[in-house]
């Protein structure tokens, strides 16, 4: 049984924006056991990215961990970057903007560490099309959930899952909801093209909203089959930097990752 030690990881809040993103990036990554990434996260990663954050480039930088992954798992870690304007994904002043004191051996030294304490698997770029929240604070569970929809249907199922949040989310133990369309590639051969945001609480929240088995009204069920879930992935919340508002959280992580 792999020992679990507990690991302080510091939240900001989502409390608005002066407008609400518009595009999100996912950046999945495979930690390197033993090379401590956790802390290259938390201790330089994250200073850049609020910097980004207060200078009104990005609206919000989000660390997940994916549930249940093990080292056999393609990755462990997904980066969700938000932002207004997509031409602001490549706005980044560099992390010696953070730390203008690193010597030029320093700043190598940190991007030699880095590159052998990580591998970025891919990056989906996405357009929110729709959302929905109960409160201002960000869950601590988040599922993405992989569509895909015909393009011809694509219209019509953003209408349905619009129906659906307007008639379904209020009763729902989903304390957050969001849709948002793939941009980055596009065809039929693709294996998604479409992600619903599921945000919880608690992993209590989530299992219970699955332990039940419903039939659902004949009209809803034809709605749904404009669309194929193709898997749904949970993880739980490791960071999330906003403009305001600092709190903290516990996570635990296996001890090959932060050593």
């Known amino acids: 049984m792999k020992k679990i030690i507990t690991l302080l990881a510091f939240l900001i809040c989502y409390t608005g924006f002066s407008q609400?993103?518009?595009f999100l990036q996912i950046t999945y990554i495979k930690p390197t056991p033993g090379e401590n990434y956790a802390q290259i996260i938390n201790e330089n990663w994250s200073k850049l990215h609020q910097k980004r954050i207060d200078d009104g480039i990005i609206s919000g930088w989000d660390v997940w961990w994916a549930m249940n992954s093990?080292?056999?798992s393609d990755h462990q870690i997904v980066i969700v970057t938000l932002v207004e304007?997509?031409?602001d994904f490549n706005n980044n002043p560099g992390i010696r903007s953070v730390f203008p004191d690193w010597s030029d051996e320093e700043l190598e030294e940190f991007n030699q560490k880095n590159?052998?304490?990580?591998?970025i698997i891919k990056t989906d770029l996405l357009a929110i099309k729709n959302r929905a929240a109960k409160q201002d604070s960000i869950p601590n569970v988040l599922v993405m959930n992989y569509m895909k929809v015909k393009p011809v249907n694509a219209l019509a199922y953003e209408k349905m899952e619009d129906n659906?949040?307007?008639s379904n989310f209020e009763n729902s133990n989903r304390a957050s909801w969001g849709m948002a369309k793939r941009i980055d590639k596009y065809g039929t051969g693709l294996g998604w093209n479409y992600m619903t945001?599921?945000?919880y609480n608690n992993g209590a929240e989530l299992m219970n909203s699955r332990v039940n088995t419903y039939e659902y009204p004949?009209?809803?069920a034809k709605d749904f089959e404009i669309r194929d879930m193709v898997y749904s992935q949970p993880y739980v919340k490791w960071m999330a930097?906003?403009?305001?508002?600092v709190s903290y959280t516990h996570l635990t992580l296996p001890t090959s990752y932060l050593v």
Do not use: G, M
């Not at 590159?115 to 591998?119: H, K, V």
């Not at 930097?241 to 508002?245: A, Q």
């Open 85 to 87: 304007n997509i031409e």
């Open 20 to 22: 609400d993103p518009n």
């Open 218 to 220: 004949a009209e809803l």
């Open 115 to 119: 590159q052998a304490a990580r591998t």
């Open 241 to 245: 930097l906003r403009k305001e508002s």
């Open 197 to 199: 945001f599921d945000l």
């Open 164 to 166: 659906y949040k307007n």
């Open 70 to 72: 093990t080292s056999e």
